[in-house]
């Protein structure tokens, strides 16, 4: 059974970084062929997917946010994590990580999301 474990601050002021960590167990991210997606819902609206790390370590960003996103992965602790710089209140959201069949497919397995805040 595949675990997804997102870590990180709950709130995060305007401008500043959000980094999250996605602890897998389970499962090792560089199984083939899965990909590793980051997910966010801001309240009230869709979920929104954000970026994912291929099993190869090959990353990849919704284009409407690539400027501002990073992936990045760490095979010795079978974590993930996802970098959002100069945040705003519209990126307040509870943001997943989960874990995918292919490259921008379904979820088969998901955290249980946490919460960020944006605010000062």
């Known amino acids: 059974q595949v675990q997804l474990q997102e870590s990180g601050p709950g709130l995060v002021k305007p401008s500043q970084t959000l980094s999250l960590t996605c602890t897998v167990s389970?499962?090792?991210?560089?199984?083939?062929?899965?990909?590793w997606s980051w997910i966010r819902q801001p309240p009230g609206k869709g979920l929104e997917w954000m970026g994912a790390i291929a099993y190869s370590g090959s990353t990849y960003y919704s284009p409407s946010l690539k400027s501002r996103t990073s992936i990045s992965r760490d095979t010795s602790k079978n974590q993930f994590t996802l970098q959002l710089s100069s945040v705003t209140p519209e990126d307040t959201a509870v943001y997943y990580c989960a874990r995918d069949l292919t490259k921008g497919g379904a979820s088969d397995y998901w955290g249980q999301g946490t919460q960020v805040t944006v605010s000062s």
């Open positions: 389970g499962g090792s991210i560089t199984a083939n062929y899965y990909y």
